[in-house]
Structures are given as structure tokens and as C-alpha cells.
């Protein structure tokens, strides 16, 4: 059967960069460049990887069985797909004999926008509602409304990708805007999991990893940040 | 060049404003709508015993309602399911670890369908799952329950209201945050 939810979100998925690119070029030193064109590839990719991440933590047999991968509502692994995806648009980018980092950075504000609409879409999904609150929303049979929480994330996730924007258009090197966007994604996602519900009373695998990511990320960032202020006294 | 470049702007701005309508209407619809229809179906009988664990009897419709008349008091997760069907296999463990989280608080019965026995045990002993299980041979079950699409999942209250229905294979996510619904 069709998952109108699913379809629905990954239509908003894709339109919403879409417009937004046609709003806010990506790229003005390389106005041809289109989101769909330079993503779609590398998001499949880290679909898959995802999908198969998750069979081999969870179900190591299903590996072999062509429709379990297909089930995408079990499970994908978002790290390794990141990852994936991260590394095939760098690779591409070298091949084409284009800064990595300034492909990447290009790539971050729209791959945000569509993260945060896949996650604010999670309501016509029915997934992301966490703990009962009269000021959530009630979804349909529920006893209670509760604070939908994955929106909440996705609307976190589309305000960072708006402050990306602002850095970008002020000229921010491109390392510290990919740091960034790997940062904002992680930690939402690691402070939104403590209150979305799941099997078991401790933090979930894709909790921890997220959290692990953020710290990652973070340290990362702020590395990169304390070199270039180091390089911009030693210029002065 | 300028009044071009507003033209665009104000162009895209529209249709990003049409998307956010369309998907602001959607939450609405969603949140409001009843979901898929439930069926009208109410259990009634003499209360039964669920199977025991590791059995699975065939059973017709009253069987059936006898046992979840024999649950009441706590709220019942009924999933309907089939051994040839992907997205059950993917969602069994999730009910297999919902039912060891919840199995205290919550009662849960699987009902295989359009299957044959031998491969509907097959398959509970390769998944290892431990909660009630039967098999609705003559689809008397599936009939009342309305059920179009495998799995299916219904949440029944602690009554034995059946109050929600949910087509398809449901993520930990949402299996998580239905059981905390149902019992709270």
C-alpha cells in the first residue's frame, strides 16, 4: 500500500528547496548550479547506505531479502547516510576540480531546508508526537494532545538554516558553514530524541549517535574558528 | 534587470507561500480527520484466554472477540499480519520489543492472515516472538476488522473501544507514542 504521509513529505522534500532555490540562487559564482541536480545522487546514496546500516544493526539477514530494504519507515541509520552522501559530493566536487568545501557549503542552507521539512511533515506521518500537553496537538484515536515534537525540531533546523544563510551572505568561510550546519542538525537531534518516544527506557542508537556527532561537530567548529582567529591577529 | 529580479522573488514567495497553505491545510486535515475509518465492531461473549505463547490456534470471529473481552482492563494491540508480507517482518521485532517494554501494562495478540500454518509458526520461531499469536484461517477476523492492507495495527482501550487504526507498517516512533497514549 502507498504511504500517502511518506509520499506527501518527500514531494514538500524536494519542492521546498526547489522554490527556495529559485527565491535564493545557491551558488551566485556558479548560477547553473541547481540543488536537485548536485544532490539528488548523493541523497540516494546515503538513503541506501542508511537503509543497509540499519539491516546490519538490526536484522542482518534482511540484508539479502530486496523488498525489507525497500521499508524505509524500519529504519535508516542517519549518520552513515550522512556520511555518504557528505563524501560523494566532495569526491565529485574534486573530480570537477571544485573546492569541496565551497560544493558543500553551496549544498548546506537547501540539504537543511529539506532535513527541516522531512522532520516538520512528521505530523502527516504520526511520528513525532512526545510528551501529553494541553498546548500540542491531538492526533487522530489519541486520549491526549502531546507537543509534536519533530516539528519543533524541523522548525529548529530551518531557523538554523536561515542563520546559515546570513553567515554565507557575509561572507563566512565555507568549513566553518558545513561545521556548522553538522552541528545545528546533530545537537537538534540529540535534545529533540530525549523527548520522543521510543521502545525501552534508555537513550536509543541513533540518540547516542547524534549526541556523539554534535560533540564531534562542535569541537570541530570550534577548532576551525579558533585557527582563523588566530590567522586574522597574526595578519593584524 | 531590477523589476525582473523582484518579479522572481515575489514569484517564488508566492509559491512558497502556496506550499506552506497546502501543508498548513494538510496538518489540519490530518490532525483532525479520524485517520482510517475504524470498523464498527465491538467485541462481545463470554471472556477467553489468550493463547499461549508459542501456539498458534486457528480461530474464528467469536474466539476472537472472547479474547478480547477477556483482556479488558488493560489496552489491547491487535496486529494483523502475514508471513509472505515484507513490511510485517520489519515491523515484528518492534512489536516483539514493545511487548517486552509494555507486555506488563498492555496486552498484545497477533493475528496472521491469509497464511498457512506451518508458515506463520515458521516465522514466529525465526523472530522469536513471545507475546499471543493466532491464525485466521477462514478470514472472519479480518472481515469484521475491516482490514485492507498488512500489517495493520488497532489500538483497543482498556473498555475494548477499538479507537484507532493504524494501515501499514508503524516505526518505533509511532508504535512508542501510541502505547504511551494507551496507557496513560
Given at each position: 500500500m502507498i504511504d500517502i504521509g511518506l509520499m506527501v513529505s518527500m514531494v514538500l522534500v524536494v519542492a521546498v528547496p526547489v522554490f527556495y532555490e529559485r527565491l535564493r540562487p545557491i551558488s551566485r559564482a556558479e548560477p547553473s548550479l541547481r540543488f536537485v541536480d548536485a544532490a539528488t545522487g548523493a541523497a540516494v546514496a546515503g538513503l541506501v547506505t542508511g537503509r543497509l546500516a540499519a539491516l546490519a544493526l538490526?536484522?542482518?539477514?534482511?540484508?539479502?531479502?530486496f523488498p525489507d530494504l525497500l521499508i524505509i519507515r524500519s529504519g535508516v541509520e542517519f549518520w552513515p547516510g550522512v556520511l555518504v552522501a557528505v563524501v560523494l559530493v566532495a569526491v565529485g566536487a574534486h573530480r570537477g576540480a571544485v573546492d569541496p568545501w565551497w560544493r558543500l557549503g553551496t549544498l548546506v542552507v537547501p540539504s537543511m531546508l529539506a532535513y527541516g521539512i522531512y522532520d516538520v511533515t512528521c505530523v502527516i506521518r504520526g511520528g513525532c508526537y512526545g510528551p501529553a500537553s494541553e498546548l500540542g496537538l491531538r492526533p487522530a484515536g489519541a486520549s491526549s494532545a502531546m507537543v509534536p515534537v519533530g516539528l519543533l525540531m524541523g522548525l529548529v533546523v530551518i531557523f538554523g538554516a536561515r542563520l546559515l544563510r546570513r553567515m554565507i551572505d557575509r561572507g563566512t568561510e565555507w568549513p566553518t558553514i558545513c561545521l556548522g550546519a553538522l552541528a545545528v542538525v546533530a545537537v537538534v537531534r540529540a535534545i529533540g530524541s530525549i523527548w520522543l518516544p521510543r521502545l525501552g527506557d534508555g537513550f536509543t542508537r541513533p540518540h547516542w549517535t547524534s549526541i556523539a556527532v554534535a560533540v564531534v561537530a562542535c569541537i570541530a567548529l570550534g577548532t576551525v574558528m579558533s585557527i582563523r582567529h588566530r590567522q586574522d591577529e597574526v595578519e593584524r | 534587470m531590477a523589476a525582473r529580479k523582484r518579479s522572481a522573488v515575489v514569484t517564488a514567495a508566492r509559491w512558497l507561500g502556496l506550499v506552506a497553505a497546502a501543508f498548513i491545510a494538510l496538518v489540519v486535515l490530518n490532525v483532525t480527520a479520524s485517520g482510517p475509518d475504524l470498523p464498527d465492531f465491538r467485541a462481545s461473549g463470554d471472556p477467553a484466554e489468550l493463547p499461549v505463547t508459542g501456539t498458534l490456534p486457528i480461530v474464528e470471529l467469536p474466539q476472537f472477540e472472547a479474547m478480547i473481552v477477556g483482556a479488558r482492563g488493560r489496552p489491547i494491540i491487535v496486529n494483523v499480519w502475514g508471513s509472505w508480507c515484507a513490511p510485517c517482518r520489519a515491523e515484528m521485532p518492534l512489536l516483539q520489543d514493545a511487548f517486552e517494554t509494555y507486555g506488563d501494562r498492555v496486552v498484545f495478540l497477533g493475528v496472521a492472515g491469509n497464511d498457512s500454518r506451518d508458515g506463520a509458526q515458521r516465522f514466529l520461531r525465526d523472530l522469536d516472538v513471545t507475546y499471543a499469536n493466532t491464525i485466521d484461517e477462514s478470514g472472519s477476523i479480518l472481515r469484521a476488522l475491516e482490514?485492507?492492507?498488512?500489517?495493520t495495527t488497532f489500538v483497543f482501550d482498556a473498555e475494548g473501544t477499538l479507537v484507532i487504526k493504524v494501515e501499514g507498517g508503524v516505526s518505533e516512533q509511532r508504535l512508542a507514542g501510541l502505547l504511551d497514549d494507551a496507557v496513560r
Open positions: 538490526d536484522d542482518p539477514p534482511s540484508i539479502l531479502r | 482490514v485492507d492492507a498488512f500489517p
